[in-house]
């Protein structure tokens, strides 16, 4: 595709369940991040991809959150036993790998969560 | 670690005059600095970037300026139109991928 693509675009669940978030990169993009946005406020880093690695989790708010990276594609957010405050706009972005340092991080349309 | 805060929270002009935003950033390491457009319920959108190597950057009617000693940021809309109205978001990283991002600057153009 040519953009980052995530699914589902919007998700609406009960206080306790679990939820899934999927995130497709750009062909060919190695690095992969996922952001939160709650409403109003900027973008909140969660954790970094590099390949299949994440080399930097320390975004994740609790250990109810996790995320994995399956044959350097794609990437699902999982959140487990989902509170109210868990309601946001997450973001997934993706990027080449340069010697030169940052590379330009492009984003997908986010998955909108919102916990009843 | 790394703080980003920028200013203002909103910003309203006339369409044809310039606006600037401002960040400032507390890690002196901070070597990347982009800059995001986001409208109302859309991805955000990267508009400009700098690197701590260079000072100003330009791309038709946008600019950044970077001053490394004062830690401080901007971006410069000049000619404004209404199709800017927008949320922007200022970034730095001071590895090779997280953003620390501000709080974010909506910018209202009347025609």
């Known amino acids: 595709g040519a953009g980052v693509s995530q699914s589902p675009s919007n998700k609406v669940t009960e206080k306790g369940k679990d939820v899934e978030l999927r995130c497709d990169p750009i062909s060919g993009h190695t690095a992969l991040y996922w952001y939160r946005q709650s409403l109003g406020q900027g973008l909140e880093f969660l954790i970094y991809?590099?390949?299949?690695?994440?080399?930097?989790k320390s975004g994740l708010p609790s250990d109810r959150f996790s995320a994995e990276r399956t044959g350097g594609s794609v990437s699902t957010l999982t959140i487990q036993r989902t509170q109210q405050e868990d309601s946001a706009v997450y973001l997934c972005a993706s990027s080449l790998v340069g010697t030169g340092g940052n590379q330009p991080q492009h984003f997908g349309d986010g998955t909108r969560l919102s916990i009843l | 670690g790394e703080n980003v805060e920028q200013h203002p929270s909103t910003l309203s002009v006339q369409e044809g005059d310039s606006a600037v935003i401002k960040c400032t950033y507390s890690d002196s390491a901070s070597n990347y600095f982009p800059w995001y457009k986001q409208e109302l319920g859309k991805r955000p959108q990267l508009i400009i970037d700098i690197r701590s190597n260079v000072g100003e950057k330009k791309d038709q009617r946008i600019a950044v300026t970077l001053n490394k000693t004062a830690k401080h940021f901007s971006l410069h809309i000049t000619e404004t139109q209404p199709e800017d109205s927008a949320v922007y978001f200022c970034?730095?990283?001071?590895?090779?991928?997280?953003?620390?991002f501000g709080s974010g600057t909506r910018l209202l153009v009347r025609p």
């Open positions: 970034a730095a990283s001071i590895n090779s991928y997280k953003l620390i």
């Open positions: 991809f590099q390949g299949n690695s994440a080399p930097d």
